[in-house]
């Protein structure tokens, strides 16, 4: 308790303590980086069952305020919620079939109805085709959420992030979070035991697909333009599921602890290596995978746990 | 007449998907292990002909044989140094294991070859046959039916050799063929550098007649899932049927409905699989 | 009658791993179920818990036909079942292991909390409520499954070999705890290759053979069936008893 509060107060202070523009723009980042990876641990870290395809989630959410803006002059925020039912029936039509199957099938079919995705909106003049989307340039009112500088979205992003982590808290403590453990912890044993198998996990699915949706929202709302690859790319899942993964999938913090370390890393690589930089991150990012699924799949939170005792008992002898 | 062209053309490249499925779909009926990363190993294959052509002024049968045993060996290491140890692990580990190979090795390729597209220089197998008033490239036409011989010759190792037999019986029942005697561990190494050198030879034999580049890992990755799921878990048969069907279906889209919707049509067909017949053609319910 | 088992068959292919098997159990017994390795009483033992779909017949439990349903519903009616390789959920705590089946009757963090932390002390396991259940060797981790189980409020627990490898003195706790569970009113059914278990717990005995039913009755009687040793010692048995 203490710590969320002390973790709390550290990042309202951050914007006021950086108050340049890059640190600023790093937070925003990382900020949006740990909701994306939270969302996408309801479903792959608690209840283990790993989508490689979530950008489908988060493409929808990114499409739908642009979308709305674009054809009918909407205040982009009104496209949030559809984008959430969108992102609900994608998760329905993906999860159905394949959670009565082993694990394998959902995650091919979670890059594959993201790749299917990825290829008709580039196709679709309606949603912008390859060329993508834009948001309003100059706000016609607070409404439209065009902020001029990055310091409105700074916040908006934390309390986002402050809810889904409410949220996840009380998912954890409750029935359906305990089922979601057991059903990654052993599925024989919790169907055995009278767990829902099949309508948990599509629960989680859906769960997850409307937080990750509003994450897209929040990017595009911000960055005021998208298109298909940065909505719907396969990057955007491996972002996800490597923040998630390296700080430690299934916890609560881990997420975020994930992007407070990969966040102000990628911004370093890219600065370094300059237009190579993207190509270079992924190879680390592809390696880093590597390395966790390993030596540590249960990432920075299971090796601390691991480790700290040793610490502990070290202090004690001497 | 046309038509009949499309459909050959499907048929023959059909045969290629047939091939690296087969690799794919062996493992995962003998580890029920998906490698995300089969992709990007036909995507180094296709790379393995283009050096072997480059650097050694090779032919078709070369770089073949190249992509062959590179893809061998990068199999056995990537079961021996990865996939032994985490397949015994949680399922997260095992999905981001392959996931993360496959991001690996598709942004080295791009950072070595750059993201430019690239073809092989014209090879002894130019020309187009006129079969039947059908007009067929040849080079398309050696890789169509290499491949499908290819595809048979596995299945006819795995069912009528000792070998392919110690192999089938760790996929069905790892405990039992200990008791015999069989190394699971050796046999499983084996069935990976089996997988990844039909990938490897597929991809040779794709670059014979295709342009590429780095990318397309990930569009055979999702071919082959297709493939493997329609034609049935494990199953080379399946596969094999699989792959021409499959095959076919792409250039009929890509004729009706152009070139953009082939894939969007593969896609889809996959999801209605997974809705309406998860087991395929030859799985069981 | 609490579970009725009809002419329940099940076929691998070729292979007939259990043949026209018919049971019926009532309310409050111990049925012990016993025959040598491949005998198909694992199998069967499958079916009743739903986790294997039967080729033929018919299950019934309290009325309700439970052939087709899926383990889960067998849970929710009020049938338990171990397994044979304990099935812990490794990385939870032993609290959080039982909470899991507590859940199931307990829809209330608090209540299922105070329901498991019950079925702990009845079991022994309470005093190390927070460690993890991989932290437990094999007679803890078949404890804890017991638990677990028994959280689920069940009518009727299926015991898959609970009691194997454990020592002496293990076994005889083992024992008593399973009297206590019978106590509170559980039907048991029980699968095992230990005999003690059998002749001290079990008031029916049944015995399969090859996939087929071949002797049931009382412990006493079943011990000195004639097809029962066969089954057992071979057809070879007979030479050797009248060289003794």
Redesign the interface.
Known sequence: MKGTIALGLVFLAYPFVLSNAFYLDIGVALLLAAISASAWNIVGGYAGQVSVGHCMFFGVGAYLPLLVYQHWQLPPIVGVPVGIAISLVLAILVGMPTFRLTGHYFSMATIAVAELIRLVVSTWDFAGAAIGLQGPAVGRGWYDLTFRGELPYYFIFLAVLAILLFVTWQVQRSRFGYYLRAIKAGERAARSLGVPVRRTKLYALMLSAAFTSVAGSLYAIKTGFIDPDSGFGILVSVQMVIIAALGGAGTLYGPLVGAIILIPLQTATNTWFGGGGTGLTYILYGGIIVVLARFEPGGLHEMWHRIAPRFMRGRDAA | MLLLQVIVGGLLLGAIYALFSSGLTLI?GMM???N?AHGEFVMLGMYVALLVVVWLGGGPATFGFAAAVALFVLGVIVYAS?IR??TR?????????T??????????A??IFSANIVSLPQTSLGGTLNILGILVPVAQLVAGVTAAVLTVAMHLFLTGTTIGSKLLAVAEDRNAAMLMGIRPDRMQALAWGLSAASAGIAGALMAISYPWSPSVG?TF??MA??VV?FGGFGSVPGAMYAGLIIGLIQALSAFYFGP??K??VV??L??AL??FR?QGLLGKA | MLLSAQNVSKEFGNLRAVAGADLSIDEGEIIGLIGPNGAGKSTFFNCLAGDTLPTTGKIMFDGVDVTTAPPETHARLGIGRTFQVPATFEDMTILDNVMVGAFLRHPHRADARDHALKVLDLVGLKDRQEMRARSLGTPGRKRLEIARVLATGPRLMLLDEALAGLTPAELQQAIALVRKIHETGVTLVIVEHIMEVIMTLARRVIVFNQGHVIAQGEPQQVVKDEAVIEAYLGRGHRNWRKRG
């Open positions: 995962w029920n292990f998906i995300f990865l140890h985490v692990g949680p399922m997260l580990a095992q999905i981001l294991s996931f993360g190979l496959a991001l690996l090795l598709r942004y080295t791009f950072w990930e990755g999702l899932f297709v799921t953009i919707y894939d969007i896609y889809g996959f999801v997974l809705w998860p």
